[in-house]
């Protein structure tokens, strides 16, 4: 009984670390975009990435929202037009660091 309250009242006494569910892709202008859900309980936050390929090097710009939605496929959904938003409005700046990798 004590252990359904716990959970109930979320003092299960595990901390519930959000854990990356698998990658969707989409092709954007030159860029792949990457859906990546963090399930987090029984919800998922908005994550993503941004890649281009220059050459030989990947250069990736990943992204985590405060956004939590009910479904996978909503999350998934809104990673693309966030991501799709992203590109449009940071437009060539968007790699222009010459960065690998970095948030945005």
């Not at 009242?9 to 963090?38: H, N, Q």
């Not at 998934?76 to 990798?101: C, E, M, N, P, Y």
């Amino acid at each position: 009984m004590a252990s359904f309250l716990s959970r109930l009242f979320g003092r299960s006494g595990k901390t519930d670390a959000p854990t990356v569910t698998p990658e969707e892709k989409e092709i954007y202008k030159d860029l792949v975009l990457v859906a990546t859900p963090m399930a987090e309980g029984s919800q998922f936050r908005l994550a993503g990435r941004i890649e281009k390929q220059e050459g030989d090097v990947l250069l990736v710009r990943t992204f985590i929202r405060a956004d939590l939605f009910t479904s996978r496929d909503d999350t998934v959904a809104a990673a693309f037009r966030k991501a799709r938003q992203i590109a449009d409005q940071s437009g060539t700046s968007l790699f222009a660091d010459g960065a690998q990798s970095r948030s945005v």
